[in-house]
């Protein structure tokens, strides 16, 4: 009898079709944060992070490369500064990438500092072997050890006191990107051409323990790979075919020494500026020589779409709770080596997201039932909240209210529709709303019946646990039996 329950909960298994969400439409999220400077340099694919439920981004503030700060924006409290979250600024050199390993937030700069961060206090580490002429330009974790490649082409692994060097390459540009593969258990790092122009001479490297002379080449012959991304089943790479940024293609390995090419750019000055993988699709952010605003390229593993934006230059993004946040300029990239330096912005997902009513509940009419959603904007000061009873086709009002996340919706008006829907919109920005997620039904319990203790017109078991929680409870006051 097992055996035979096992095979039905395996067939049952292979029936349940995978779902893929649609890919994010970048062009119309929300605006969480404007008006700030620089945004990325043309080897910096890792400028965010999400760390103790916030977001962590380098920007500089007056649209040059230098100086530069490391800001955080919290969901719940809205904008904050780094001065706000004891992080360091700039003032001579620029911050080249910043990783969250573990518990701590690590960041580096131009200088050769490299700094930790725990959530309130900010480490300068000591004894680094880094300086101005060899900064750490990428950070991954690995096995437990800490990776930093730099900017003249060395890996150094440090396990909390050491730092011991495992690889090295002369004459070349910095280490780009690295990214440990959980799938094939080996660290990938994308190493820089010479430091002449223009042979393509750029490799990507791979070890399956980090350690010195353990490191075979998996690739080569690129001007570099500025992207790895790993997700469960494959390996994505952004790889610059040739000096001057000339021509790009997107490639994707399931077994690390395949890279077979998914995308090729068709036009020069195609740069990738950062990557993201999201609800099981795969983005990178690009952009092209006077064509406007950046491009995305998409892949929900087989489909390659290649879309071009309308608002906004992508640079890079990160998830956080569900939700995605990019940093994106309003004016188009320049090719050459940075974003625009006027309006970057931050952009999310996040937004109003209805929780309840959200599909499928029966509420009575004259009754109270509590309306609630989640407000990932602080700066939305009141809603609208309205209903339809025909799948959204006409809207009535329920209550200008304050964002608070819940409305008691006291009394339910007299409706008998199971086609209704609640809709919570920003009072004075409606196109940022959300509304229930499936229909729910309205009706008139127009026979009441004895033993419905609850009011929700049914006699079931959520009737029979009231009767349970006050079994053998009376109110007379003369009967000394009584319970209270």
């Not at 690889?167 to 820089?192: C, F, R, T």
């Amino acid at each position: 009898m097992k055996k035979l329950y096992l095979i039905i909960c395996v067939i049952c298994l292979t029936l349940i079709p995978t779902v893929i969400a649609a890919p994010i439409d970048f062009d119309n999220l929300h605006i969480a944060s404007t008006g700030y400077g620089l945004a990325a340099y043309e080897i910096n694919t890792r400028l965010m992070a999400a760390y103790n439920n916030e977001i962590y981004f380098i920007l500089s503030d007056d649209g040059t490369a230098n100086p530069s700060k490391v800001y955080c924006y919290n969901p719940s409290n809205g904008w904050s500064n780094s001065t706000n979250h004891s992080i360091v600024a700039e003032t001579i050199g620029r911050f080249v990438t910043l990783r969250k390993i573990n518990d701590l937030l690590y960041f580096s700069d131009t200088l050769g500092n490299v700094y930790s961060y725990n959530g309130s206090t900010l480490t300068a580490m000591s004894g680094t072997p880094f300086t101005a002429n060899n900064y750490v330009s990428s950070i991954e974790e690995y096995n437990g050890y800490i990776y930093f490649g730099t900017s003249i082409s060395s890996i150094y692994r440090y396990d909390g006191y050491t730092y011991e060097q495992v690889y090295e390459v002369n004459n070349h540009q910095p280490i780009v990107d690295m990214a440990a593969w959980q799938k094939d258990g080996y660290l990938y790092v994308s190493v820089g051409p010479e430091n002449v122009c223009c042979p393509p001479t750029g490799y990507t490297i791979r070890s399956n323990s980090g350690n010195a002379g353990s490191w075979e080449t998996v690739f080569q012959d690129v001007w570099h790979t500025s992207i790895l991304m790993s997700t469960t089943d494959y390996l994505y790479t952004a790889v610059i075919d040739s000096a001057y940024w000339y021509g790009s293609s997107i490639r994707k390995s399931s077994n690390g020494t395949d890279f077979p090419v998914i995308h090729q750019s068709s036009g020069e000055y195609k740069v990738p500026w950062g990557s993201l993988y999201h609800n099981g699709i795969a983005y990178v952010f690009t952009n092209q020589w006077g064509e406007g605003y950046g491009y995305r390229i998409i892949d929900d593993n087989g489909t390659i779409s290649f879309v071009q934006n309308q608002n906004w230059s992508l640079t890079q993004a990160i998830e956080l709770n569900g939700q995605v946040y990019a940093i994106a300029s309003s004016v188009p990239h320049n090719p050459l080596g940075e974003i625009s330096p006027a309006d970057v912005h931050l952009i999310t997902t996040a937004m109003l997201t209805v929780v309840s009513p959200d599909g499928g509940e029966k509420w009575v009419a004259g009754t109270k039932q509590t309306i609630e959603w989640n407000n990932y904007d602080p700066n939305i000061d009141y809603v609208l909240i309205e209903y339809s009873t025909n799948n959204g086709q006409t809207w009535n009002d329920v209550d200008i209210w304050w964002n608070t996340g819940s409305y008691d919706w006291d009394p339910i008006p007299a409706i008998d529709s199971n086609q209704c829907l609640v809709r919570v919109s920003d009072l004075y920005q409606p196109n940022t709303n959300d509304t229930s997620d499936g229909a729910f039904t309205i009706f008139r319990c127009v026979n009441p019946i004895a033993g419905d203790l609850n009011g929700d017109c049914y006699v079931d078991f959520k009737d029979f646990a009231i009767i349970a929680e006050h079994w053998l409870n009376c109110g007379n006051p003369f009967d000394p039996a009584c319970q209270p």
